[in-house]
């Protein structure tokens, strides 16, 4: 199955942003046990392109990695020869999207206006990321004239309203802080929560 294929099909991309690199296998591994099949390291994490190797080496087809916060065609080469099989940005660059498709990876740029999004994906975004995901009904107000582009809401969605962006039409999700939240001491207390906190999003996404 290819990795667009598994992004739709899973839903919830876990975004890991700011973790030890030490923490990372073992927050990966509670997200899995906890249903999560995608994740996302942000290239403004310690050791991202190590990171990325670490957990392809880990999981193999089990997972699948992606980049985060990539900015640039450089980092976005960097991120793909590290492993990852997506890259994702919080911005529209038509040169990151131009090389994300010569390299084989799925591109998910970030944006948030009408035009910027249409921008995006007539630039050859797979899927746009709508950044920051305000509400549920912004997304519905943007699907209803541009039914034909994948939307993902990143940096909003939460336990509390993942169903109502399901509603409004989002084909994914990105979750950061809401799932992991890497500020906290990584614990096994903390893994046993995190795992119960991944299997309660992704109940939501498919009750």
Known sequence: MSTLSQILEHKIIAIIRGANPADVLKIAEALYEGGIRILEITMNSAQPLTVIKELNDRFGDRMIIGAGTVLDVES????????????????VDADVIKIAKSLGVVNIPGAYTATEIHYAYKNGADIVKVFPATSPSYLKDIAGPLPQIPLLPTGGVTLENIKEFNKAGAVGFGI????VNTKEEVTSEYLTKLTAKAQEFVKAVNS
């Open 76 to 91: 976005a080469k960097k991120a793909v020869a590290a492993g990852a099989s997506f890259i994702l940005s919080p911005i």
């Open 176 to 179: 950061g802080s809401a799932l």
